[in-house]
């Protein structure tokens, strides 16, 4: 690919990735925002809520099933249904609890220099010595003229 020494593009989690900073600030940039991410969903506990809706759900259902004396091959319709549902709620209550979307004990989210997604189609027709804002004029289109 010819982008693959431009000083302004790099590739993050199989994407390639333009800005106007130089590569290295960029890349830098977004790994801290997204290990601050990682952190903060895992201080958050947001799969406790999820896994706890998730069997209410379940449990609901099989409920509801019993009650009703539904047969058994209707269970295996309803129980990916319940469970769904119940993981759905579980994330809503959590979000209540928690609207902030930031957990308490950590700095503020870290941010990045303007960066765009440059599509597969751009990167392979792009040369070499096309410009920063060439690609990102580029990838904004999603062509290359």
């Known amino acids: 690919m010819a982008l693959d020494d431009h000083p302004n593009v790099f590739r993050f989690e199989g994407h390639t990735w333009a800005s106007l900073a130089p590569r290295e600030l960029a890349l830098s940039q977004l790994r801290a925002q997204r290990d601050w991410d990682m952190t903060n969903a895992k201080l958050q506990r947001w799969w406790v809520a999820i896994t706890i809706g998730a069997i209410a759900g379940v449990a609901a259902t099989l409920a509801f099933g019993t009650a009703a004396a539904l047969a058994p091959a209707l269970y295996l319709l309803l129980l990916p249904i319940g469970f769904g549902i119940g993981a759905v ?12 979307g930031q ?3 950590l700095p503020g989210r870290p941010t990045t220099v303007p960066l765009i997604r440059v599509p597969p189609r751009v990167a392979r027709a792009a040369t070499a010595e096309a410009t920063a804002a060439q690609i990102i004029e580029w990838s904004n289109r999603g062509f290359v003229e």
Request: glycine share 6%; no cysteine; net charge positive.
């Open 89 to 100: 709620l579980g994330a809503l209550v959590n979000k209540r609890f928690n609207p902030t």
């Open 103 to 105: 957990h308490a004990s």
